[in-house]
Nanobody
């Protein structure tokens, strides 16, 4: 069973930055890529970014392109999401997730097997 633990959320002013972390652990689970999603109040969960463990290739949702950077530390089995130039509309609970699908980067939440508990990001105007 995998365990994903997010950290790094908080309250930040518009224009500020945050770095979210997601530490993965578990005796046996298959993970080829990791993703970040977010869910704002009253809205559906949406894709933010994804990264492949082996090759490091990445993908981003249009609303965060140019402001977000996803990265990974394979030795620590940890994935990061650096968010810059934060906007009030970035306010959401941010979740990391693990996908066992071998090829490509996944944007649909049902393509992910394990999820973290989420970390709140609040951007004040």
């Amino acid at each position: 069973q995998a365990q994903l633990v997010e950290s790094g959320g908080g309250l930040v002013q518009a224009g500020g930055s945050l770095r979210l972390s997601c530490a993965a652990s578990g005796r046996t689970f298959t993970s080829y890529s990791m993703g970040w999603f977010r869910q704002a109040p009253g809205k559906e969960r949406e894709f933010v970014a994804a990264i492949n463990w082996t090759f490091g290739n990445t993908d981003y949702a249009d609303p965060v392109k140019g402001r977000a950077t996803i990265s990974r530390d394979n030795a620590k089995y940890t994935v990061y999401l650096q968010m810059n130039a934060l906007k009030p509309e970035d306010t959401a609970v941010y979740y990391c997730a693990s996908s066992s699908l071998r090829y490509g980067l996944r944007k649909a939440s049902d393509e992910y097997d394990y999820w973290g508990q989420g970390t709140q990001v609040t951007v004040s105007s």
